[in-house]
T-cell receptor, first 112, second 112 residues
Framework: GQNIDQPTEMTATEGAIVQINCTYQ??????LFWYQQHAGEAPTFLSY????GLEEKGRFSSFLSRSKGYSYLLLKELQMKDSASYLC?????????????FGDGTTLTVKP | DVKVTQSSRYLVKRTGEKVFLECVQD?????MFWYRQDPGLGLRLIYF???????EKGDIPEGYSVSREKKERFSLILESASTNQTSMYLC???????????FGNGTRLTVT
């Protein structure tokens, strides 16, 4: 099975940098997704890491260490619209990515 | 852009009623999924389908069934609604392999 941990809540200031961590313990692993979910809206895809290392996509970057069972999402130059829940999801090996196991999400509040 | 449409944003049903939640996607995706999202429990997979008329149980299928008669449509059925099925229900679709999920806006179901 899968066990995923991420902080419940974080607060940061507009313009700052914030790192949201995700640790996982899994019996099989293919890759790790990050999704963003604004209140009352659908989750939307942010990133997918399969290999170790950092992947950068504009203001957002995602890091993966397979050996440590660890990932983080880095948000730079924070904006008010980045206030949302961030979901980490582990994609299991040898099966469909839709069978990913999701963490409970980290609610990020960006303050002026 | 992929569009996943859920027929209702809000539903209120009585205990014992049969409830149908409908989901339609417009991108010819093979895979479709039903999740429920509850505070503190994250997103949990109820059922998924990888082809027309094919279905597979997720992590919490009890009390639910599904139907996929056409590729673009995936229905979730609560045979006899109970109060513990009060939740946010999210439909998602994806193409083959390790593709990210595209979610609908969700249906908030209240069973009284």
């Amino acid at each position: 099975g899968q066990n995923i941990d991420q902080p419940t809540e974080m607060t940061a200031t507009e313009g700052a940098i914030v790192q949201i961590n995700c640790t996982y313990q899994t019996s099989g692993f293919n890759g790790l997704f990050w999704y963003q979910q604004h209140a009352g809206e659908a989750p939307t895809f942010l990133s997918y890491n399969v290999l170790d290392g950092l992947e950068e996509k504009g203001r957002f970057s995602s890091f993966l260490s397979r050996s440590k069972g660890y990932s983080y999402l880095l948000l730079k130059e924070l904006q008010m619209k980045d206030s949302a829940s961030y979901l980490c999801a582990v994609s299991p090996a040898y099966t469909n990515a839709g069978k990913s196991t999701f963490g409970d999400g980290t609610t990020l509040t960006v303050k002026p | 852009d992929v569009k996943v449409t859920q027929s209702s944003r809000y539903l209120v049903k009585r205990t014992g009623e049969k409830v149908f939640l409908e989901c339609v996607q417009d991108m010819d995706h093979e895979n479709m999924f039903w999740y429920r999202q509850d505070p503190g429990l994250g997103l949990r997979l109820i059922y998924f389908s990888y082809d027309v008329k094919m279905k597979e149980k997720g992590d919490i299928p009890e009390g639910y069934s599904v139907s996929r008669e056409k590729k673009e449509r995936f229905s979730l059925i609560l045979e006899s609604a109970s109060t513990n099925q009060t939740s946010m229900y999210l439909c998602a679709s994806s193409s083959l392999g390790d593709s990210p999920l595209h979610f609908g806006n969700g249906t908030r179901l209240t069973v009284t």
